[in-house]
């Protein structure tokens, strides 16, 4: 409850006249589970004191945005000239002001190299490193990430995120494919005009040429797709195998 009310009191303060510069710490820790600004920010002076978030288990990522405004109505000026979307603070004791200083403080994985958009991600384009700050879908299983395409041109040494991969499209909008529906021992095939790309799992539309109706179908692979219960079960048992990876 003293934390809560501390914490009130700071987000209904008025903001200072004019902000003191600081900077981030190289190494932000906490050792009480109570986030002070002077744990985050070099140069806080006595608005340091200032609690902005509890800390309950080994970490705690915090929204960069949320933190700067926290630290303007405590009179401090941070202008995120890196654009950091979190920030992480762990647990652990202050460091001595002569200890040498890291920016490094959580595991996450990395690009090994510069990488074109479309590329397909091999394993030896992954590697651990430690970072100050991490993307909040940071990618942290090497298996979720291998064999997926690059959405943009990624950079070396940068933190792999979510964002940054897809299935690699095994079929091209306005590629001739054939839909094949099976049930029952029953199956047909048809040719049709895929209205999108996909890749291997992803449902895309795709036009009967024969017909003009447009199907939904699942892209199973180079030019070929499901519809029907097959499409289904196809759908189901690759997201069953990825989740469980």
């Known amino acids: 409850m003293?934390?809560?009310a501390l914490l009130l009191v700071t987000?209904?303060?008025?903001?200072?006249l004019a902000g003191t510069a600081v900077t981030l710490k190289a190494e932000m820790v906490d050792a009480d589970g109570v986030v002070t600004l002077g744990e985050i920010f070099d140069g806080a002076g006595t608005a340091g004191r200032?609690?902005?978030?509890?800390?309950?288990?080994a970490s705690v990522m915090l929204n960069a945005a949320v933190v700067?405004?926290?630290?303007?109505?405590?009179?401090?000026d941070w202008a995120n000239a890196e654009g950091l979307r979190q920030i992480v603070v762990r647990s652990g004791a202050m460091t001595s002001p002569t200890a040498p200083a890291t920016r490094a403080n959580i595991d996450v994985l990395t690009w090994t190299r510069n990488i074109a958009a479309g590329d397909v991600v091999q394993p030896q384009d992954l590697i651990w490193a430690k970072v100050a700050?991490?993307?909040?879908?940071?990618?942290m299983d090497p298996d979720a990430v291998v064999g997926l395409a690059a959405r943009r041109t990624l950079r070396a040494g940068?933190?792999?995120?979510?964002?940054?991969?897809?299935?690699?499209?095994?079929?091209?909008?306005?590629?001739i494919v054939t839909l094949t529906f099976d049930e029952g021992g029953i199956t047909v095939t048809l040719q049709a005009k895929a209205?999108?790309?996909?890749?291997?799992?992803e449902t895309i539309s795709a036009q009967n040429v024969t017909s003009r109706k447009t199907i939904q179908a699942v892209v199973s692979g180079p030019g070929q797709a499901l519809v029907g219960p097959s499409a289904?079960?196809?759908?189901?048992t690759r997201s069953t195998r990825y989740a469980l990876r």
């Open 2 to 4: 003293k934390i809560a």
């Open 11 to 16: 987000l209904l303060a008025t903001p200072a």
């Open 50 to 57: 200032t609690p902005i978030a509890s800390r309950t288990g």
């Open 68 to 76: 700067q405004a926290a630290g303007r109505r405590a009179g401090l």
């Open 133 to 139: 700050v991490a993307p909040a879908d940071a990618a």
């Open 158 to 175: 940068a933190a792999v995120a979510g964002r940054d991969v897809a299935a690699p499209q095994v079929v091209k909008a306005n590629e």
């Open 195 to 201: 209205l999108l790309g996909g890749g291997v799992g």
């Open 232 to 236: 289904d079960k196809f759908k189901l």
